[in-house]
């Protein structure tokens, strides 16, 4: 009997996925992702590639970490090379797709990507983002570029300084749309969507869909294609989540006694405060462990040196806030500690999120406090999922030991104005003596098809004065916020 064909399981299995070449993508992108080692799309990509390419308008439902940006790079890359010229006018390399992010880190990591995908075509691409040097930006938008990622602000700077035209662009990407409302980036996307030409494609990603989200999005995308590919509460199903019980003041050792009784090794620790992340990295320095903090008070510069040294393996915790954390596309990263539960249940997701990528297991561990009950309680509701705290085992915290903590020497009074104030920085648009918001948890949206709703903001009407753009409302002077200079 003829064997020869036979595929073995394995190769059987694979057999009925999707591969990139089924997207008709042109050879000079199939060999970058073949370069790449992606064998197959991931579900995202199979889904959005096609649509894009159809020049849809499309509402991507996804985080980060399930290949989105190649699900939209790769279609941009593809019709863009209609224009591909090796010409060294500038004039012959107009901005012609623009994806805008919310913090500096994920906008690097987009253009990382762009550029390792468009590697073989003669597309240029270049990023800017705030908090470093203009010129090296200036320069490069000057000589010309096909694509362009940015953060809001340092975009609109370059566009009060007149080094940058986006009157040829053709795609519109706005990614981790939610970030950015949080972030308080609603007058700056208001201000760049009015720059574009009104005859283009718009692609916006989410992972999760506020009422004002659907809002924005109704403003300006077009018959939009809904694709959804991870629902917010899907991350947890391929996430070990653990939540351990312990006293407050036993947290920091807490975090000591799992990093060494589970031989951690790169994992992100999420605090709620920048002053808590960096404490909290002390701390943990001086227990002998290699960690490092990552928050919006830090320059680009250290925060870049931390990731990189992170992913170097330099570092083995990361301690980061919300928004700092936010798109760092660190791959397979085993493990994510919560040492304050996040104050909005969609925070715990997007934390989860960082860990069990590219459909890989992952442990999300979970410090309690009683004080935490409802913090849980809305996880719980968001996530549709019951986490019962349980007891840290062979744990003996300095604390119950009867020995003074570091935290026990300090004032408590102080580091608690000092934490609201903190938050107060961190979360821009939220008042420090407003309740924090409660945010739907559970939105039936999610569970039906995309209808289009009417414009509810007349956005494309409201005139643009480029020199009022340092005259935005305060904002998050952090990630993707505009330099200070
Ligand atoms: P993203 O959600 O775009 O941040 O991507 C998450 C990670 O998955 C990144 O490290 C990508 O390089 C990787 N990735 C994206 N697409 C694929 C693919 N088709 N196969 C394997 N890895 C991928």
Same mark, same amino acid.
């Given at each position: ?228 590919? /991870? &629902?917010?509460?899907?991350? =947890? $199903?391929?996430?070990?989540? %653990?939540? #351990?019980?312990?006293?407050?003041? +036993? ?73 700092? /954390? &936010?798109?760092?596309?660190? =791959? $397979?990263?085993?493990?994510? %500690?919560? #040492?304050?539960?996040?104050?909005? +249940? ?140």
């Amino acid at each position: 009997m003829p064997e020869l064909n036979t595929p073995t399981a394995p190769e059987a299995a694979t057999a009925s996925l999707p591969r990139f070449d089924d997207f008709g993508l042109a050879p000079p992108i199939l060999q970058a992702l073949a370069e790449q080692g992606y064998q197959h799309p991931t579900p995202i990509q199979a889904q959005a590639i096609p649509v894009v390419l159809q020049g849809r308008d499309v509402m991507g439902a996804a985080q980060t970490g399930t290949g989105k940006t190649a699900g939209f790079s790769l279609p941009i890359i593809q019709q863009l090379l209609s224009h591909a010229n090796t010409s060294a006018s500038p004039a012959r390399h107009p901005v012609r797709a623009l994806i805008l992010t919310p913090t500096r880190e994920l906008a690097d990591q987009v253009a990382d990507n762009v550029k390792s995908y468009s590697r073989h075509t003669p597309l240029r691409s270049a990023v800017v983002f705030g908090g470093i040097d203009m010129a090296p930006q200036t320069a490069a938008l000057r000589a010309g570029v096909e694509i362009l990622i940015a953060t809001p602000g340092r975009l609109l700077d370059h566009v009060q300084q007149k080094t940058l035209n986006l009157s040829q662009t053709e795609i519109f990407v706005m990614d981790e749309a939610d970030r950015m409302l949080d972030m308080g980036f609603l007058p700056d996307l208001q201000r760049i969507i009015n720059l574009l030409p009104k005859q283009r494609q718009n692609l916006m990603f989410s992972a999760t869909f506020s009422p004002e989200i659907k809002k924005l999005a109704s403003s300006f995308l077009k018959n939009p294609q809904l694709i959804e590919v /991870a &629902r917010s509460n899907a991350t =947890a $199903e391929r996430v070990t989540q %653990i939540i #351990y019980k312990v006293e407050e003041e +036993a947290k920091r050792d807490a975090v000591v006694h799992l990093l060494k009784q589970r031989e951690i090794r790169q994992v992100i620790v999420f605090s709620n405060t920048k002053i808590g992340a960096s404490r909290l990295a002390r701390e943990l320095e001086r227990a002998g462990v290699k960690a490092s903090a990552i928050h919006g008070d830090k320059t680009q510069a250290e925060r870049m040196a931390a990731l990189e040294a992170f992913k170097a393996g330099g570092i083995d915790v990361l301690v980061a806030t919300d928004v700092a /954390a &936010r798109g760092l596309d660190i =791959a $397979e990263l085993p493990c994510v %500690i919560n #040492y304050d539960l996040p104050y909005n +249940a969609e925070d715990y997701v997007h934390r989860i999120g960082r860990t069990g990528r590219a459909g890989a297991s992952g442990d999300a561990l979970s410090l309690y406090c009683e004080k935490d009950a409802r913090l849980l309680a809305d996880i719980e509701k968001l996530i549709k999922q019951k986490l019962t705290p349980v007891e840290l085992e062979d744990f003996h915290p300095r604390s119950a030991r009867g020995e003074r903590t570091d935290r026990s020497e300090r004032s408590d009074r102080s580091d608690r104005q000092a934490d609201r104030s903190d938050r107060r920085t961190e979360r821009a648009p939220r008042s420090a003596s407003a309740p924090i918001p409660r945010k739907e948890k559970v939105d039936p949206w999610f569970l039906k098809p995309y209808e289009p709703a009417a414009p509810a903001v007349p956005i494309e009407e409201k005139p643009v004065d480029p020199r009022n753009t340092k005259a935005a409302p305060k904002r998050a002077a952090l990630l993707g916020g505009r330099s200070k200079t």
